[in-house]
T-cell receptor, first 114, second 115 residues
Framework: QKEVEQNSGPLSVPEGAIASLNCTYS??????FFWYRQYSGKSPELIMS????GDKEDGRFTAQLNKASQYVSLLIRDSQPSDSATYLC??????????????FGQGTILTVHP | SAVISQKPSRDICQRGTSLTIQCQVD?????MFWYRQQPGQSLTLIAT?????????ESGFVIDKFPISRPNLTFSTLTVSNMSPEDSSIYLC????????????FGSGTQLSVL
């Protein structure tokens, strides 16, 4: 089982729709979770962090965390073509080989078409 | 967030040669990391660059292949030694902007192609 797994893409949504990106993780003790956006040919940039169960909203972005289910998601409302990118889920490890480092999922490619 | 300058931005190298990648940060940072992103893949941590001591390498990465220097709190280098085509990848320097090191910011990356 991969330590951080994202739903397979690519994901294509029409402009104005809600894009839903999902991520599961194996380290039950993890407390810190992040979403990075990576445009083609660019380096990743941090767009959301979440530490507590529930929802965290920032503009059109909402991160959702359920530690019991070991599940974190990112919702993008009113999707725009400029949101087209690869979205990487990252989990801060709490123990074992993952302790003290950030582990990334394989990424989900999102395309928002006009 | 810190401004991270990484160079070269890209290079094409011959098999068997070495390339040194430089990472300069505009402020002192405790934690610096080197990642690799192979084509179509996610990010894999190569090592943590420790100031004043040897780097801490992840499983599958060794010092002889990827020597790292960290002479001060604003600068680090990663060398890719004795390169083969399998080393073709993007190499990314990153710094932590949080006490534990969990919030990372990345340099612009080095696109390496080995012929």
């Amino acid at each position: 089982q991969k330590e951080v797994e994202q739903n397979s893409g690519p994901l294509s949504v029409p402009e104005g729709a809600i894009a839903s990106l999902n991520c599961t993780y194996s380290d039950r003790g993890s407390q810190s979770f992040f979403w990075y956006r990576q445009y083609s040919g660019k380096s990743p940039e941090l767009i959301m962090s979440i530490y507590s169960n529930g929802d965290k909203e920032d503009g059109r972005f909402t991160a959702q965390l359920n530690k019991a289910s070991q599940y974190v998601s990112l919702l993008i409302r009113d999707s725009q073509p400029s949101d087209s990118a690869t979205y990487l889920c990252a989990v801060w490890g709490s123990g074992g080989t993952s302790y003290g480092k950030l582990t990334f999922g394989q990424g989900t490619i999102l395309t928002v078409h006009p | 967030s810190a401004v991270i300058s990484q160079k070269p931005s890209r290079d094409i190298c011959q098999r068997g040669t070495s390339l040194t990648i430089q990472c300069q940060v505009d402020s002192q940072v405790t934690m610096m990391f080197w990642y690799r992103q192979q084509p179509g893949q996610s990010l894999t941590l190569i090592a943590t660059a420790n100031q004043g001591s040897e780097a801490t390498y992840e499983s599958g990465f060794v010092i002889d292949k990827f020597p790292i220097s960290r002479p001060n709190l604003t600068f680090s280098t990663l060398t890719v030694s004795n390169m083969s085509p399998e080393d073709s990848s993007i190499y990314l320097c990153s710094v932590a902007n949080s006490p534990l090191g969990e919030k990372l910011f990345f340099g612009s990356g080095t696109q390496l192609s080995v012929l």
